[in-house]
């Protein structure tokens, strides 16, 4: 997989941060940097049918597939299964659409 393989990758190409300053030099962003500390940048290795899954899927509900990714670990970490996700799924679409 190259750069050119992301979506978004032609679009953001050409763009320059020469003048790009560190998140600590901009307080705004240090702060929020901050408050999201509970988060830590990993490198893994993903076999390439999961990651495309990942990326179609992110794509498909207008998300990230990183995002889904932490996810699909919180809900492996935290025991649920998918019988508990679509559960929940189907709650939450019948509550949307009795409200």
């Known amino acids: 997989m190259n750069n050119s393989s992301d979506p ?56 990230n597939y990183q995002t889904l990714m932490n996810d699909a670990l919180r809900q492996f970490v935290e025991g649920q299964t998918l019988a508990d996700v679509v559960r929940e799924t189907i709650r939450r679409e019948l509550h949307q659409d009795g409200a």
Request: glycine content about 4%; overall charge negative; proline content about 4%.
């Open 8 to 63: 978004l990758f032609d679009d953001l190409a050409d763009l320059d941060f020469t003048e790009a300053k560190p998140v600590a030099e901009v307080p705004a962003l240090a702060r929020l940097q901050a408050e999201r500390g509970s988060q830590s940048q990993v490198t893994m290795r993903v076999d390439n049918r999961v990651l495309a899954a990942f990326k179609a899927r992110a794509e498909m509900v207008g998300s």
